[in-house]
């Protein structure tokens, strides 16, 4: 249960602005890094990079099944990001966009197995 705002001053929109800004100003991977496992429970965190997982084989047009069978992520998690990655606020596309993803052809698919092509 979310608690009663406590600072009438401070609206969570600000709040929000505030980890934003927070999140910006970590200077490379590692104090990124230190930072997430600071802010998060390692459960949070997992969340989050189970999330950014599956991504890549989404945009690969992966089969949900067989991106659970690849990852381990529940098929609920990869069917909020691919509904997310369609029709969220644009930030996984931004961070695809400015994050070259490495492709999953690198990674070499099973024989016979080939992504789905996008309309």
């Known amino acids: 249960m979310k608690r ?3 600072d009438a001053e401070t609206t969570s929109e600000s709040a929000e602005d505030n980890l ?3 999140l910006l100003a970590m ?8 930072f997430l496992r600071d802010l998060c429970t390692p459960a949070e ?7 950014w997982r599956v991504v890549p084989y989404l945009l690969e047009g992966m089969a949900y099944r ?14 909020r990001v691919a509904r997310f990655l369609a029709q969220g606020n644009g930030g996984y596309r931004a961070a695809v966009e400015r994050h070259a993803l490495p492709s999953l ?4 698919r099973p024989a016979g197995t080939t992504a789905k092509k996008s309309a």
């Open 20 to 22: 934003c800004r927070a």
């Open 66 to 79: 067989e991106i659970h069978e690849r990852t381990g992520v529940s098929v609920t998690t990869i069917g």
């Open 105 to 108: 052809r690198k990674r070499g």
């Open 27 to 34: 200077r490379g991977l590692g104090e990124m890094r230190s």
């Open 45 to 51: 965190l997992e969340a989050l990079i189970d999330r």
């Open 4 to 6: 009663k705002q406590i």
